[in-house]
């Protein structure tokens, strides 16, 4: 509904954030034609990791609305 919104208000890209660990999101938005532009690592603290794993990136995603 909010895609449909955007477009009717002639938005032209549509940018999100995401985990790289967030394995549903990513195939919901991929599944809705977002494409990765972009990422910021160690975007994301995390209370459950080891004290040697880096932080998740977060993926910057694109959608174009035209």
Do not use: C
Not at 26 to 55: C, E, I, M, W
């Amino acid at each position: 509904h909010a895609i449909r919104e955007l477009q009717r208000d002639r938005v032209v890209r549509l940018f999100l954030e995401v985990s790289e660990h967030n394995a549903a999101a990513l195939s919901l938005y991929r599944l809705l034609g977002f494409r990765q532009v972009g990422q910021r690592k160690g975007y994301y603290a995390s209370h459950t990791r080891s004290p040697t794993d880096a932080p998740p990136a977060a993926l910057v995603m694109e959608l174009v609305l035209r």
